[in-house]
């Protein structure tokens, strides 16, 4: 068990090169979503190819977010196919945490969204200021799961008083 403080280009090592070696699943949890670039497979490549590998090897995906991603990222989400039956979206406008959670025995809880400049490859003279805890401690993996799932199966949105703001209700 151990629990980790990230920061700034920290985040790249210890969020997103995890997420490419999930097994089971990968759940991330955003507010802002922007095409981001990383190393993956030998070359510098938009971040969902990493999801697209991750379907290939039946890879569950959930992806929660606030509002609809950046014209670049659906640009290239568009380019992988096999995302669009194999990874699942919720769009929920009240998400503000950012959470990854990796087969249930990793998760980041943070400031970064899923965007260069918060997880990307950005250097540190563009990227933003961010700070988070890794851990694999199960009973905070457990919460952060816990509280995912709870927006994922709309436990919220019968009494949210932002329903007007929300283009497709989870419930």
Same mark, same amino acid.
């Given at each position: @068990?151990?629990?980790?403080?990230? +920061?700034? #280009?920290?985040?790249?090592?210890?969020? %997103? /090169? *995890? %997420?490419?070696?999930? =097994?089971?699943?990968?759940?991330?949890?955003?507010?802002? %979503?922007?095409?981001?670039?990383?190393?993956? #497979? !030998?070359?510098?490549?938009?971040?969902?190819?990493?999801?697209?590998?991750?379907?290939? $090897?039946?890879? /569950?995906? =959930?992806?929660?977010?606030?509002? /609809?991603? !950046?014209?670049?990222?659906?640009?290239?989400?568009?380019?992988? *196919?096999?995302?669009?039956?194999? &990874?699942? =979206?919720?769009?929920?406008?009240?998400?503000?945490?950012?959470?990854?959670?990796?087969?249930?025995?990793?998760? +980041?809880?943070?400031?970064?969204?899923?965007?260069?400049?918060?997880?990307? &490859?950005?250097?540190?003279?563009? $990227?933003?200021?961010?700070?988070? %805890?890794?851990?694999?401690?199960? #009973?905070?993996?457990?919460?952060?799961?816990?509280?995912?799932?709870?927006?994922? @199966?709309?436990?919220?949105? /019968?009494?949210?008083?932002? =329903?007007?703001?929300?283009?497709?209700?989870?419930?």
């Amino acid at each position: @068990m151990s629990t980790q403080f990230i +920061y700034n #280009e920290q985040h790249y090592h210890h969020v %997103i /090169e *995890p %997420i490419a070696r999930a =097994r089971s699943f990968v759940w991330i949890g955003t507010a802002d %979503i922007k095409d981001l670039h990383v190393h993956h #497979e !030998g070359s510098v490549r938009p971040f969902v190819s990493v999801l697209d590998s991750l379907a290939r $090897r039946n890879v /569950e995906i =959930r992806l929660l977010h606030a509002r /609809e991603p !950046g014209p670049h990222f659906q640009k290239s989400f568009d380019t992988f *196919p096999l995302l669009w039956e194999h &990874m699942e =979206r919720q769009l929920c406008p009240r998400v503000h945490f950012k959470h990854v959670i990796i087969d249930g025995s990793f998760a +980041y809880m943070g400031s970064a969204n899923l965007t260069g400049a918060g997880l990307g &490859m950005k250097s540190e003279n563009t $990227r933003n200021f961010e700070s988070g %805890i890794v851990t694999t401690d199960p #009973e905070s993996v457990k919460a952060l799961m816990d509280q995912f799932d709870q927006v994922w @199966m709309g436990t919220f949105c /019968e009494r949210c008083n932002r =329903r007007e703001y929300c283009s497709d209700p989870i419930a």
